[in-house]
């Protein structure tokens, strides 16, 4: 029990140690390892829309029921249909997975997939490592377009895409895997 309190205490240091980054602690048995990724900058518009591959007008359609993803995460699935691609090319539909319980995280433009709402969405092209998946799968930012709010997200982000900045990591991160 005092070795788990003690990794646990690790774990958390090396995370908060770890700005600018995603980070994730798994348990298994009694391993627990630390992974902390370094995250592009994303504080302004421009930095999202040149982080994103793809930036598109989605409404999201139907959610599947939560399963746990190969990370360990509880995951939902949500089908969206692609209205208007601003950047990039993407299917008419595509799945966007999302952590089950996900709420409003405003200070990275997230928010969670409700059937029948549009949505702006930056999402990633898919890469060899994400398997079968396709491109989707999640996304860098996620803001309303709802109703009114449609005319003013679709400048935005044209505006956004068309001064976007390139892909910038903070170089103070290191990227950290840690297995006690």
């Known amino acids: 029990m005092m070795k788990r309190a003690v990794l646990l205490s690790l774990a958390g240091a090396l ?22 990724v370094c995250v592009p900058i ?18 999201a359609g139907e959610q599947t029921g939560t399963v746990r993803g190969s990370d360990g995460e509880q995951r939902v699935t949500v089908q969206v249909q692609v209205d208007e691609v601003l950047k990039g090319s993407l299917p ?18 997230q928010q969670p997939l409700v059937p029948g709402h549009r949505y ?3 999402i990633p092209n898919a890469h060899p ?6 491109p ?6 996620t803001t309303s377009a709802d109703g009114t709010d449609l005319e003013t997200a679709r400048k ?13 990591i903070d170089p103070a991160c290191d990227d950290i895997t840690y297995t006690p």
């Open 120 to 122: 702006v969405l930056g």
């Open 136 to 141: 989707g799968r999640w996304a860098f930012f």
């Open 42 to 59: 994303m504080d302004t518009d421009q930095d999202k829309a040149g982080i994103a591959d793809n930036v598109a007008v989605v409404t």
């Open 92 to 109: 008419k539909t595509l799945p966007i997975d999302q952590t089950a319980g996900d709420t409003a995280r405003p200070e990275v433009e």
């Open 15 to 36: 995370v908060l140690a770890a700005s600018a980054t995603t980070a994730a602690v798994v348990f298994q048995d009694d391993d627990v390892t630390v992974s902390a």
């Open 156 to 168: 935005r982000w044209t505006d956004a895409i068309a001064h976007q900045n390139p892909k910038r």
């Open 129 to 134: 490592e994400d398997g079968p998946s396709g």
